[in-house]
C-alpha cells in the first residue's frame, strides 16, 4: 500500500512539472528566472515562508490569499503591497476586503530585505508574493510547483478597484464563473481555487447572514447543515447595535492548517461556511466538480498547483514595464 502511494505521488509530480513547464513556456515568465541574477532568492522566500508558518500555521492561508488578491486587481503586480501614504490616495491594502484580514505582509518584508541584502534591486515583490503562496502551499499541503518568475511591480494602488475585481463572499457560482472568467480562468479552476478554503478564517460578518438574516421567508439557509448552524450560532451570536466585535472561524474545522481536499468533503456534508462555498456545490454547472474533488485528493492537487501559476500570470508587467522596489510597501 505505502508502495503504491508513493508511486502515485511520484506520477503526480512528474505530471505537475510537464503540465507547469507548459504553462510557463505559454506566458513571458521564466521558471528559474533569477537562476544567474540572483540565485538564492526563492531559496530566502521559503525559510521566511517556513519560519512564519511554523510560528503560526495561519500565515500560510494568509500568504495564499495575498497572492490571489493581488492577482485580480491590476494582475499580479505587487499593488496589494502598497501603503496609501506612497501611492497618494487609498490602497488597495486599506480595503475592507484586505485591512484588517489580510496577513503575511511582515513575511514578504522580511524576505525583501534579505533579497535586497544580496541583490539589490533585482527581485521584483510580485515575485516575492508568487514564491511565498507556494511554499506555503508546500508547507501546509505538501504541494510543490515550479512558479514562473520575471514580473515587474506596478506603481499604482487604488482602493475601489478592489470592490469592482474580487468576488465577494456572497457570491453565487454564476457570479463566481463570470468573475474568474474575466481574469482568464476556467469554471474548473475557479473550483479548484476555491479549495484554498481548505485552511484560513473568515469572520462572522461575512456569513452572519446564513445564520440570522437570509431572505423573508426563513432566517437561516436550508442549504446548511443545521447542526452546523447551530456550532456557528454559538460562534457568532447575533451583534447588537454599537457591537463592532467580529470573531473568526476557520473556514474548514477538519483539518484548518491542512490544505487538502476535505474543504470538498465539507461542501458534500452541507458544512460550506459561506455562500461562495456552498453555492459550488448546489449549482448544476459546478456540483460534479465538487464531488470528483472530494473523492480524488491527489487530481485536486495537481490542479490546484496549475491553477495557481495559470492565476500568477494575470495581466503582468514584465520587460521594462512597471520597477523593481527597493521596499515592498513603497514606490521608487
Known amino acids: 500500500?505505502?508502495?503504491?502511494?508513493?508511486?502515485?505521488?511520484?506520477?503526480?509530480?512528474?505530471?505537475?512539472?510537464?503540465?507547469?513547464?507548459?504553462?510557463?513556456?505559454?506566458?513571458?515568465?521564466?521558471?528559474?528566472?533569477?537562476?544567474?541574477?540572483?540565485?538564492?532568492?526563492?531559496?530566502?522566500?521559503?525559510?521566511?515562508?517556513?519560519?512564519?508558518?511554523?510560528?503560526?500555521?495561519?500565515?500560510?492561508?494568509?500568504?495564499?490569499?495575498?497572492?490571489?488578491?493581488?492577482?485580480?486587481?491590476?494582475?499580479?503586480?505587487?499593488?496589494?503591497?502598497?501603503?496609501?501614504?506612497?501611492?497618494?490616495?487609498?490602497?488597495?491594502?486599506?480595503?475592507?476586503?484586505?485591512?484588517?484580514?489580510?496577513?503575511?505582509?511582515?513575511?514578504?518584508?522580511?524576505?525583501?530585505?534579505?533579497?535586497?541584502?544580496?541583490?539589490?534591486?533585482?527581485?521584483?515583490?510580485?515575485?516575492?508574493?508568487?514564491?511565498?503562496?507556494?511554499?506555503?502551499?508546500?508547507?501546509?499541503?505538501?504541494?510543490?510547483?515550479?512558479?514562473?518568475?520575471?514580473?515587474?511591480?506596478?506603481?499604482?494602488?487604488?482602493?475601489?478597484?478592489?470592490?469592482?475585481?474580487?468576488?465577494?463572499?456572497?457570491?453565487?457560482?454564476?457570479?463566481?464563473?463570470?468573475?474568474?472568467?474575466?481574469?482568464?480562468?476556467?469554471?474548473?479552476?475557479?473550483?479548484?481555487l476555491s479549495g484554498a478554503h481548505s485552511i484560513g478564517v473568515s469572520h462572522c460578518s461575512s456569513f452572519s447572514d446564513r445564520l440570522y438574516t437570509f431572505n423573508s421567508t426563513v432566517s437561516q439557509d436550508p442549504s446548511m447543515n443545521p447542526k452546523f448552524a447551530t456550532l456557528l450560532k454559538s460562534k457568532c451570536p447575533p451583534r447588537s447595535i454599537g457591537d463592532s466585535t467580529d470573531p473568526t472561524v476557520s473556514l474548514d474545522a477538519s483539518t484548518p492548517n491542512r490544505l487538502d481536499n476535505k474543504y470538498y468533503t465539507g461542501l458534500k456534508n452541507h458544512r460550506g461556511l459561506l455562500t461562495s462555498d456552498q453555492t459550488l456545490l448546489s449549482s448544476r454547472s459546478t456540483r460534479q466538480m465538487v464531488l470528483s474533488n472530494a473523492k480524488h485528493g491527489s487530481s485536486w492537487a495537481v490542479k490546484f498547483a496549475k491553477a495557481m501559476v495559470h492565476m500568477g500570470s494575470i495581466d503582468v508587467l514584465t520587460g521594462s514595464q512597471g520597477e523593481i522596489r527597493r521596499r515592498c510597501s513603497l514606490v521608487n
Open 1 to 192: 500500500m505505502a508502495r503504491a502511494l508513493h508511486m502515485l505521488v511520484m506520477l503526480s509530480t512528474l505530471v505537475l512539472i510537464l503540465s507547469v513547464s507548459s504553462l510557463a513556456s505559454s506566458t513571458s515568465l521564466k521558471v528559474d528566472f533569477y537562476k544567474t541574477t540572483c540565485p538564492s532568492a526563492e531559496a530566502i522566500v521559503r525559510r521566511a515562508v517556513n519560519k512564519a508558518v511554523s510560528l503560526n500555521p495561519g500565515i500560510a492561508a494568509g500568504l495564499i490569499r495575498m497572492h490571489f488578491h493581488d492577482c485580480f486587481v491590476r494582475g499580479c503586480d505587487g499593488s496589494v503591497l502598497l501603503l496609501a501614504s506612497a501611492v497618494g490616495n487609498p490602497s488597495e491594502r486599506d480595503h475592507p476586503a484586505n485591512n484588517p484580514s489580510l496577513r503575511g505582509f511582515e513575511v514578504i518584508d522580511e524576505a525583501k530585505a534579505q533579497i535586497e541584502a544580496e541583490c539589490p534591486e533585482t527581485v521584483s515583490c510580485a515575485d516575492i508574493i508568487a514564491f511565498a503562496a507556494r511554499d506555503s502551499a508546500r508547507k501546509v499541503g505538501g504541494i510543490n510547483y515550479a512558479v514562473p518568475a520575471g514580473r515587474r511591480d506596478g506603481r499604482i494602488s487604488i482602493s475601489d478597484e478592489v470592490t469592482q475585481n474580487l468576488p465577494g463572499p456572497t457570491f453565487n457560482a454564476e457570479r463566481l464563473i463570470s468573475n474568474f472568467d474575466r481574469k482568464g480562468l476556467s469554471v474548473d479552476e475557479m473550483v479548484t
